[in-house]
């Protein structure tokens, strides 16, 4: 498909998630991002003033994240600490065939 942003702001085809990750727990998407969602940006008290750093696993056999997204998470924001940490979740997709999954990057 065409990617959502080349169509004007039609979200329709994301699948990805963006969570916000805090402090106190690296480890857990506690809040979403939602695209096209803009009140999204406030309940999840995203820092308009801060860094904001995105973390996008890779291709995955086990369709789980690897054990160094919340170990990333957690090193970032002790060096940044009022940083926004954004972690994309597009599991869905990147346990496919590897082939058909590397097909998905440009759209996540």
Known sequence: GV??????????????????????????DTCHLIPGVTESVANCHFNHSSKTF???HGWT????????VPK?????YKREPDS???VVDW???????????????KLV
């Open 3 to 28: 990617a959502a942003a080349d169509r004007g702001g039609d979200f329709i085809d994301i699948e990805s998630k963006f969570a916000l990750r805090t402090p106190e727990d690296t480890a857990e």
């Open 91 to 105: 599991l869905s997709r990147a346990q496919q065939h590897y082939p058909v999954s590397a097909g998905y990057t």
């Open 61 to 68: 056999v086990t369709g789980m994240y690897e054990s160094w």
């Open 72 to 76: 990333l998470v957690a090193a970032l």
């Open 54 to 56: 995105v973390v996008i």
């Open 84 to 86: 926004n940490v954004i």
